[in-house]
């Protein structure tokens, strides 16, 4: 099983291909593993999946959130790369039970991975304030309110 931080850099690069090519969920899925792996097919990570489905099935809940505090920003100017990093934190922050702590960390990681300083300044702002407005959402959930398959080992 891969690490989480791996994880979650393959659901960034799922989320990349489904925002950039405007196809269906499944097929940014299986696209991503066809060209990852060309000759054998492993397992896939159920947290991946888990990640990557409920980000797109929260989607426009998470965009209202990212638009309301990503000041003078629109979602569709902002770098995709940096959009789905902020989708992904405010999904796992919301909605999966992921502590603000821990899924602003990895998102910054994400950034400096695969954005630039500037990014990873925008990203720590845009979270720490959606952070800020629903500390009880994103710190506090007790855990049978989890989604147990991806709230586990974070």
Do not use: C
Not at 2 to 29: C, G, H, N, T, Y
Not at 93 to 106: K, L, V
Not at 124 to 142: H, K, Q, T
């Amino acid at each position: 099983m891969p690490s989480r931080r791996r994880s979650r850099q393959r659901a960034l690069q799922i989320l990349f291909l489904w925002d950039a090519r405007k196809q269906p969920v499944d097929e940014a899925i299986d696209a991503y593993y066809d060209t990852l792996y060309s000759e054998e097919q492993p397992a896939r990570d159920a947290f991946v999946t888990d990640l990557v489905r409920g980000t797109v099935q929260h989607a426009a809940e998470i965009d209202e959130q990212i638009s309301k505090h990503a000041q003078h920003w629109r979602m569709e100017r902002m770098p995709v790369v940096d959009r789905n990093i902020l989708r992904l934190a405010v999904f796992e922050m919301i909605h999966a039970g992921t502590p603000a702590a821990i899924a602003i960390d990895e998102a910054l990681e994400l950034a400096r991975k695969f954005s630039n300083e500037e990014s990873v300044q925008f990203v720590n702002g845009v979270l720490d304030a959606i952070r800020r407005e629903a500390p009880a959402a994103a710190d506090s959930d007790p855990p049978d309110s989890r989604s147990p398959s991806v709230s586990s080992n974070v």
